[in-house]
């Protein structure tokens, strides 16, 4: 019994690095979200054109071969990333190119008569857009964000493949250690599925209070 409880320490110590992972790629995929959804919608050509070509290529190639671009291709070119930052980097841009269109779908979404209340209200377009148009897309955009997160979450055991202690790097290692398969990935198994769960409860949370004080937004 106590070597497996150092056994979990480990897995306990992998589900940290997990959740840094998740954590961090969120955040680098929602502003790559917001920066490329957005210039989809650009009036200028340039940047629709740059921010197009970044969606189609994150999400046309796979996220092994961004992993590995990250980390054993830029040193060669000089830009030298830790597993942690090499994990951060291919994931939030990766997640970050679907959640673009999300962020674009939402905003298309918002009904016409928003936009010409805008026009009505003398508001300018970034202004519309911030205070009216803004805040009612990102409710729409809540629930494929959540989905997005826990893509993510779920993605992490890639860096794994990298030598990042994950989860799934330590129950490799307890099971080589153990000889024993069932009870590191089974745990695992409980610990995504929780942090999953997690992820969910926090979306719907802060859904209900967005569309609580949503209604002084709509104009």
Same mark, same amino acid.
């Given at each position: ?18 959740? @840094? ?34 969606? @189609? ?22 830009? @030298? ?11 939030? %841009? ?6 673009? =269109? ?10 016409? @008569?928003?936009? =010409? ?33 826990? =893509?993510? !979450? ?12 994950? %989860? ?28 999953? !769960? ?8 802060? =859904? ?5 004080? !949503? ?5």
């Amino acid at each position: 019994m106590t070597q497996w409880s150092g056994y979990f320490g480990l897995i306990l110590q992998g589900a940290l690095v997990t959740i @840094e992972l998740t954590l961090m790629g969120s955040v680098l995929a929602l502003i790559m979200a917001f920066l490329a959804g957005m210039g989809r919608l650009s009036h200028v050509l340039a940047l629709r054109w740059l921010a197009t070509a970044y969606i @189609e290529f994150f999400r046309g190639t796979s996220i092994f071969v961004q992993l590995f671009f990250a980390y054993f291709v830029l040193p060669l070119v000089g830009v @030298e990333l830790t597993p942690l930052q090499a994990g951060v980097l291919a994931l939030g %841009l990766n997640v970050g190119a679907y959640a673009a =269109e999300v962020v674009r779908g939402a905003v298309q979404s918002i009904g016409r @008569e928003q936009h =010409e209340a805008c026009i009505a209200l003398n508001l300018g377009r970034w202004q519309g857009m911030r205070h009216v148009i803004l805040p009612q897309a990102f409710l729409v955009m809540l629930p494929t964000f959540g989905n997005n997160a826990i =893509e993510l !979450l779920k993605a992490t055991s890639v860096v794994s493949l990298i030598s990042l202690a994950d %989860l799934t790097f330590q129950a490799q290692v307890v099971r080589a250690q153990t000889g024993n398969t069932m009870v590191p990935f089974a745990t695992i198994l409980v610990i995504y599925f929780i942090l999953a !769960l997690l992820i969910s409860w926090g979306v719907r949370s802060l =859904e209900r209070r967005l569309a609580r004080g !949503l209604d002084g937004v709509r104009v």
